[in-house]
Nanobody
Framework: QVQLVESGGGLVQAGGSLSLSCAAS????????MAWFRQAPGKEREFVAR????????NYVHSVKGRFVISRVNAKNMAYLRMNGLKPEDTAVYYC????????????WGQGTQVTVSS
């Protein structure tokens, strides 16, 4: 069965760093673009970062540019989000998602991992 399982969330102080991991199974990982989204309490789910199937193209929401880095290792069916210079406003549940090819529809979603940044 298709699974995306996030891990690495937790409580960190403002200015700190945290790395999230997404373990994929049940589909052809290397054929999918991977992305991270987040949702803070009372707010809409927000796009954070995306990486192409081959890892050659990335894009980020403006608010995290220069602080977050998305990456993937296709041989391990893993995607990652390295978060640096964390701010309280980064507090949210973070989700990984997969989109086939260059599509904009995300076919698969993980259950999320909580990231809390204290001031």
């Amino acid at each position: 069965q298709v699974q995306l399982v996030e891990s690495g969330g937790g409580l960190v102080q403002a200015g700190g760093s945290l790395s999230l991991s997404c373990a994929a199974s049940g589909f052809t990982f290397r054929s999918y673009a991977m992305a991270w989204f987040r949702q803070a309490p009372g707010k809409e789910r927000e796009f954070v970062a995306r990486i192409s199937w081959n890892g050659l193209a990335t894009n980020y929401v403006h608010s995290v540019k220069g602080r977050f880095v998305i990456s993937r290792v296709n041989a391990k069916n893993m995607a990652y989000l390295r978060m640096n210079g964390l701010k309280p406003e980064d507090t949210a549940v973070y989700y990984c998602a997969a989109a086939s090819g260059t599509g904009s529809i995300y076919n698969y979603w993980g259950q999320g991992t909580q990231v809390t940044v204290s001031s």
